[in-house]
Nanobody
Framework: QVQLVESGGGLVQAGGSLRLSCAAS????????MGWFRQAPGKEREFVAA????????YYADSVKGRFTISRDNAKNTVHLQMNSLKPEDTAVYYC?????????????????WGQGTQVTVSS
């Protein structure tokens, strides 16, 4: 049984930073892709970033490029999302998810397992 547990959300002022973590358990993830998505009230879930556990390749949505950094800690089966220069429009519930192939990273339907989400609120 795969489990993904997010942590690190909270309330921060615009321009501030937060670091989200996603701890994965239940199988060997060395060949998988970990993604971060977010969903704001009344909006669809949107892709934020992804990292290949094996190669370390990373990919970002244009809206967060240059501000967010995704990284992985293979030894701890944990993926982090460092979020800097936060804006009020970054406010959302952030989810981590796992998929098996490095393709169609934007498509949430291709992710097999999801965490429960962590709330990020950025005040203006």
């Amino acid at each position: 049984q795969v489990q993904l547990v997010e942590s690190g959300g909270g309330l921060v002022q615009a321009g501030g930073s937060l670091r989200l973590s996603c701890a994965a358990s239940g199988r060997t993830f060395s060949q998988y892709v970990m993604g971060w998505f977010r969903q704001a009230p009344g909006k669809e879930r949107e892709f934020v970033a992804a990292v290949s556990w094996a190669s370390g390749n990373k990919y970002y949505a244009d809206s967060v490029k240059g501000r967010f950094t995704i990284s992985r800690d293979n030894a701890k089966n944990t993926v982090h999302l460092q979020m800097n220069s936060l804006k009020p429009e970054d406010t959302a519930v952030y989810y981590c998810a796992v998929k098996s192939r490095w393709r169609n990273l934007y498509d949430s339907r291709e992710y097999d397992y999801w965490g429960q989400g962590t709330q990020v609120t950025v005040s203006s």
